[in-house]
């Protein structure tokens, strides 16, 4: 247990809404993840962070956005969900000088 | 560009015995690590293992351990003595040791373990 929550754990919204997810850890961990998992796909990496405003584009960004204003907390926010984003989300952190991520119990969206 | 792939979408073996789920990859970075994942029905992300690149003695956690051939770009996981609750899906992943720090998965292995 890497001190990893999000939430909500499970959510389902219509298409248009925006939605926020969120991932809090309280270990102080310089970098923290978002990914998506759908079958047949494995996880893919959605964005990331390496810091305190700090944050870059994954390989499936497109419609997703992420804001990082305090060490312990990492948002997603789809702005407008369309049905192509009903997945479980994983939260991952990193430990600066250690290359394993450790991830969160997940969080399933359902976009009707 | 790298790739991971699990050639073995699904397995089931018998309560006991040994299994062993393969991983290739490829790359053109020299340093890097692997890792295998595991997933039970939880759904929780489990590390299981983990080999850096740069050392040639395979990685073992107790009845997990991996045969990692870095010419070959392969990446293999041995369960021995393989338990009931080892069921699970089970993913390979591959990190490239530079500024890009992300983790590429497999579309995992589907592993069931009968009684």
């Known amino acids: 247990d890497a001190g990893i929550t999000q939430s909500p754990r499970h959510k389902v919204t219509e298409t248009g809404t925006p939605v926020t997810l969120r991932c809090h850890q309280t270990?102080?961990?310089?970098?923290m993840y978002w990914y998506r998992q759908d079958p047949g796909h494995g996880l893919r990496l959605i964005h990331y962070?390496?810091?305190?405003?700090?944050?870059d584009k994954g390989e499936v960004s497109d419609g997703y956005s992420v804001s990082r204003s305090k060490t312990e907390d990492f948002l997603l926010t789809l702005e407008s969900a369309t049905s192509s984003q009903t997945s479980v989300y994983f939260c991952?952190?990193?430990?600066?000088?250690?290359?394993?991520?450790?991830f969160g119990p997940g969080t399933r969206l359902t976009v009707l | 560009a790298q790739t991971v792939t699990q050639s073995q979408p699904e397995m089931s073996v018998q309560e006991a015995e040994t299994v062993t789920l393969s991983c290739t990859y490829d790359?053109?970075?020299?340093?890097?690590?692997l890792f295998w994942y595991k997933q039970p029905p939880s759904r929780q992300m489990i590390l299981v293992i983990r080999?850096?690149?740069?050392?040639?003695q395979n990685a073992t956690e107790n009845r997990f351990s991996v045969n990692f051939q870095k010419a070959a770009k392969s990446f293999s996981l041995k369960i021995s003595d393989s338990q009931l609750g080892d069921t699970a899906m089970y993913f390979c992943?591959?990190?490239?040791?530079?500024?890009?720090?992300?983790?590429?998965f497999g579309k995992g292995t589907r592993l069931h373990i009968l009684p």
């Open positions: 991952a952190i990193r430990t600066s000088g250690r290359w394993e991520q450790f």
């Open positions: 270990e102080n961990h310089r970098y």
């Open positions: 962070s390496y810091g305190v405003k700090d944050t």
């Open positions: 790359t053109s970075e020299s340093n890097y690590y």
């Open positions: 080999q850096e690149a740069y050392k040639q």
């Open positions: 992943a591959f990190m490239a040791m530079n500024r890009d720090d992300k983790i590429i």
